[in-house]
Structures are given as structure tokens and as C-alpha cells.
């Protein structure tokens, strides 16, 4: 079979370090060619929580999307999201394209809406792949970052996974965290 390029979306408000972690080791079992964006702190967004740390992954798989989902709720499953009395969102992970899908694939609505709406999306897939098309739209992510008009707050923060620093010092630094 051949490979599709997936990206998705991650967010953890419980435990965040621990969570992001487990579920970036987890993907990189079974993902191809596996790159990871800068990590974002924000608010929260729909919800009463604490601050979520989200990223956005781009990888290579040869699994079809309905059994890529299943994986992905396995993950989340595995980190304690569907767990009775949790507290928080301890992972999410979305699929957010899948090659250039359009549409309705069994519950999964492809590209994900979250993509134009939620900054803490949009920005790290700008990062990550400045010139891939959103398929539904036909502009580059960083097109339709640079378009973004966001009252969201969110910033870079320092996130390390096997051994490598995911945000770079200089766009911490250009982005530092508002004043408490």
C-alpha cells in the first residue's frame, strides 16, 4: 500500500510533558518520517481548564484512515482520556488531513474545521509545513496564518522529546508568555 501524508493535531492539559511525550513515543511506533511543530501553551478554548500544551505532527503512514483513527483512540485511551472520574484532557489527538481528503469518512469530517478556527492549530501546522495547501481552501497554512485574525492567546514554550528541543530558543523569545 502505498504511504499517505497525515498531519495531526495534539493537546494535553493534564500532565502536559508526560502526556504530549507518551503519545509522540506512541506515534512514532507505527508513523513514518515522523516531524513534529513548535509546542504551544494556551488558554483553553470551549472548555473550563488549565492551559493546554498543542502541537501539530506531520508523518507518512500506510494505514487506511479508519484504522489510523483507531489507533489514535487507542493512544488517547492508553493515557487515561476515557477514563471514569478523570480530571482534565490528559491527550487529544486529532487527525487533521489525511493526503487531501474532503468530506465525511465515517464520523471523521476531513480537513478538520479546528484547522481555520483554533490558532493553537493553525499556527503550529504554519511552522510545520509553511507551504502545504489546506485542501479545502487551496492556501498555504502559512497564507492562511498570516490571514488569521485570533483573539486566542497562545505562546512557545520549551518542550524537549528524545533528546531534541521541539521549540526553538529564538521563537520563545520572540513570543515569550503574557505577564500573570
Not at 483512540?73 to 477514563?83: H, P, S, T, V, W
Not at 486529532?94 to 487531501?100: K, M, P, R, S
Not at 497562545?154 to 521549540?167: A, I, N
Request: glycine residues 8%; aromatic residues 8%; contains cysteine.
Amino acid at each position: 500500500m502505498p504511504l499517505s501524508t497525515v498531519f495531526l493535531g495534539l493537546g494535553s492539559n493534564t500532565q502536559r510533558h508526560e502526556h504530549l511525550r507518551a503519545g509522540l513515543d506512541a506515534l512514532a511506533d507505527f508513523l513514518v518520517d515522523l516531524r513534529c511543530s513548535p509546542v504551544f501553551e494556551s488558554e483553553p478554548v470551549g472548555i473550563r481548564s488549565g492551559p493546554f500544551y498543542n502541537l501539530a505532527v506531520m508523518a507518512q503512514t500506510d494505514l487506511p484512515l479508519a484504522e489510523l483513527d483507531r489507533r489514535l483512540k487507542a493512544i488517547e485511551a492508553d493515557n487515561g482520556r476515557y477514563a471514569p472520574g478523570r480530571k482534565g484532557l490528559p491527550l487529544d489527538i486529532d487527525v487533521l488531513l489525511y493526503d487531501d481528503l474532503i468530506g465525511d469518512f465515517d464520523g471523521l469530517q476531513l480537513p478538520r474545521a479546528e484547522i481555520l478556527r483554533n490558532a493553537f492549530v493553525l499556527w503550529p501546522l504554519a511552522l510545520l509545513a509553511p507551504q502545504v495547501r489546506h485542501p479545502g481552501e487551496g492556501r498555504s497554512f502559512a497564507a492562511l496564518w498570516q490571514a488569521a485574525r485570533s483573539e486566542q492567546r497562545l505562546w512557545p514554550v520549551s518542550f524537549d522529546w528524545r533528546g531534541s528541543e521541539l521549540t526553538p530558543a529564538g521563537l520563545r523569545a520572540a513570543f515569550p508568555p503574557p505577564a500573570p
